[in-house]
Nanobody, 121 residues
């Protein structure tokens, strides 16, 4: 069984920073792309940032220059460093990973439970 566990959310003032982490555990043969999504109240879930297994990142326009995604393949962990946060970044942030749970099994998308990020003074 594969699990993704996020951590690092919380309350921060505008202009502040947070670092999110997401660790994958369980029966894992390989992990391809990993990423972060967010969902604000009343809005659809949107991609924030993604990163390939080789480390190539991509970002939503709204976070370019402020957020940095990285990963540690040895730890099956993806990170999201968020700087210059503003109230529009308030949302539940979800980790997503393309995981092949076994050598003979198909790759599938797995999601974390989400972590709340609130930007407010």
């Amino acid at each position: 069984q594969v699990r993704l566990v996020e951590s690092g959310g919380g309350l921060v003032q505008p202009g502040g920073s947070l670092r999110l982490s997401c660790a994958a555990s369980g029966s894992i043969f390989s992990i391809n792309a990993m990423g972060w999504y967010r969902q604000a109240p009343g809005k659809q879930r949107e991609l924030v940032a993604g990163i390939s297994r080789g480390g190539t990142p991509n970002y939503a326009d709204s976070v370019k220059g402020r957020f940095t995604i990285s990963r540690d393949n040895a730890k099956n962990t993806v990170y999201l460093q968020m700087n210059s946060l503003n109230p529009e970044d308030t949302a539940v942030y979800y980790c997503d990973a393309e995981i092949r749970p076994g050598e003979t099994l198909r790759t599938g998308h797995y999601w974390g439970q989400g972590t709340q990020v609130t930007v407010s003074s």
